[in-house]
């Protein structure tokens, strides 16, 4: 009989360039949001893949940035914490792309004593050249790692990249119950679900500025009641989030709405309010409460 094997394999990279997209391509479940703006995600998110015989625990964390208020930092410190407890490392980078900016971070992948698998990303938009010529500058740069070239929106090699993670897995019993997907309680992927659709309608520091509480999950036989508060900094951005008679908000809450149907499997009913919470970015504890400071 095979022994079980299990560990944490945590995807690390600049921002924008697919992580959230791989850890779901894993997963089959769209556990993590995906915009085209950086800064996407804000926390670190386990997927869990299971099997038989195995229980790859994966982690998707915010884009490595150099912080410039307080939630950035938290968020960096979502990065670190995944540096280590890593059994194996995904460096994700996009075609084009070079090295990350933040020297530390990069240090700690090129000496790392844990397999390191760099998966070049995109490659669907790109052509053999290019491709060719970052298998190169990557194997040069970070020695120690596998390459493997791969699109993750179009689901090519990532199956390869799977089948390697199970050969490179440490034995160990699971960590977590085999029909668990995540660690994350369910209010936490309605705030996404919400914060995703800012991301998509609203311009410039907005997005930025804002945080989602959810007040209310209210789960019934066939209905789940769903309370949330969309948090921005300033009374102008409450203006332009709820725009026109309300307009702004109510497309945020029909699309969320459909989303987390789709991802409950259930019938929703979403009501949302906005508030402000002055510099909620910089305030320790507004940050710890919204689940920042681990
Ligand atoms: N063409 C192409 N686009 C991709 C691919 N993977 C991701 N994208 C797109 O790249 C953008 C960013 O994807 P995310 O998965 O949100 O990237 P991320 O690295 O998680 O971003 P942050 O959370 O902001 O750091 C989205 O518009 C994706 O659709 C790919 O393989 N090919
Ligand atoms: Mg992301």
Do not use: C
């Not at 850890?23 to 099997?51: C, D, P, W, Y």
């Not at 004593?113 to 010529?133: A, F, R, T, W, Y």
Request: aromatic share 10%; proline share 4%.
């Amino acid at each position: 009989m095979t022994k079980h094997k299990a560990g944490f394999v945590n995807i690390i990279g600049n921002p924008n360039v697919g992580k959230s997209t791989l850890m779901n391509a894993f997963v089959g479940e769209r556990l993590s949001i995906i915009t085209s703006k950086a800064q996407t995600t804000r926390h670190r998110i386990l997927g869990i893949v299971n099997g038989d015989d195995f229980q790859v625990l994966l982690s998707d964390t915010p884009g490595i940035i150099k912080p410039a208020y307080q939630l950035q930092e938290s968020m960096m410190d979502f990065v670190k914490s995944a540096f280590e407890d890593a059994d194996i490392l995904l460096y994700l980078v996009e075609l084009g792309e070079k090295e990350l900016k933040d020297e530390a971070f990069f240090n700690k992948i090129t000496n790392s004593k844990i397999p390191v698998l760099l998966l070049i990303n995109k490659i669907d938009k790109g052509n053999e050249e290019l491709l060719s010529e970052a298998l190169k500058m990557w194997q040069e740069k970070v020695p120690n790692a596998e390459i493997f070239a791969i699109s993750a929106l179009q689901n090519f090699g990532v199956s390869e990249v799977f089948n390697r993670i199970i050969e490179l897995l440490p034995e160990s019993p699971p960590f977590y119950p085999k029909d668990q997907l995540t660690d994350k309680p369910e209010r936490f992927f309605v705030n996404e679900a919400i914060r995703e659709k800012i991301l998509i309608h609203y311009k410039k520091e907005i997005p930025y500025s804002v945080e989602i509480d959810t007040e209310e999950f209210f789960e019934e036989e066939n209905i789940i009641r769903i309370r949330s508060v969309i948090m921005v900094e300033r009374e102008t951005q409450k203006g332009i989030i709820i725009g026109h008679k309300g307009s702004a908000l109510k497309r945020v809450g029909i699309e969320a709405r459909k989303d987390l149907e789709k991802f409950f499997g259930k019938q929703i009913h979403l009501e949302l309010y906005v508030k402000v919470n002055k510099d909620w970015r910089s305030n320790e504890r507004q940050l710890r409460r919204f689940g920042y400071n681990q």
